[in-house]
């Protein structure tokens, strides 16, 4: 527990003086709430629209974690592909690396258009977004096996399948979880920022900017709180079960 606290005490220091901090400047210079709400009005704001946001953020939500399903596990399948077959990586890498530069802003609206504005093409956003981070730090960990453990294994007559299974995945497994804990936050990006070109009233993107066009400033900070917390869940999330797997110690 002493561990925990002296881990986690400078964050919250941190995050307590940034609160301070706001709360101040928008009193003193008399910030218009419009412009700038203070901490103590959004979390009113929240608790008076909680429901709603609340029915948003899971909606929005789903649409994060199925891309990020469909993104991560299609990299790291591809990355498996690439790592047995050069020829398949020579294939794949300059598309991956495509599809890594091309903006959000600009991919969004073709979407929408091929898969229309439900859930369809948030979920291909963000599958986009969390694939090439995947495939790019699986393949790195799959290929950074040293030699003489491969030399080690050789000796011992083992086949392919036993190097793969035996050391090359076990080796991998740091480096993919540092891209699947770093995914949960672009996925959350991915859904709510796809959501402000169409999507229903019942989602974050589209509750956001509906409320900030309207200069409603406290609902759409309430909805942002919302979508941090979810990131913030959502990191934590794969960040136990890495601990789970990889026996790291809390």
Known sequence: M??????????????????????????????????????????????????????AGLYTFTEALAGYALGCSGGIVAAMLASRSPAFAEVVVPYAVASAAVPIV????????????????KIAIVALMTFFPTFVSTVRGLDSVSPPSLDLMR???????QVFTKLRLP??????????????????????????????VKSLGVYIKSTASLFQTRQAWSAILVACALGL?????????????LGVRP
Do not use: K
């Not at 000796?155 to 399948?161: E, H, I, K, R, V």
């Open 106 to 121: 600009a991919l969004a609206p073709l979407a929408i258009v091929w898969f229309g504005v439900a859930q369809a093409s």
């Open 171 to 200: 080796h991998s497994l740091p480096y993919v979880f540092t891209a699947l804990r770093s995914c949960t936050t672009l996925a959350m990006i991915g859904a709510v920022v796809s959501e402000f070109f169409g999507g229903p």
């Open 2 to 55: 002493t561990s925990r606290v002296r881990e986690y005490f400078p964050a919250a220091v941190v995050f307590v003086a940034g609160l301070a901090a706001w709360e101040a400047v928008v009193f003193a210079f008399g910030i218009e709430f419009y412009l700038l709400p203070a901490p103590h009005v959004i979390v009113l704001n929240l608790r008076e629209t909680y429901p709603v946001l609340l029915e």
């Open 155 to 161: 000796s011992y007559a083992a086949s392919d399948w």
């Open 233 to 245: 869940l959502f990191y934590t999330a794969i960040s136990l079960i890495e601990r789970r797997v």
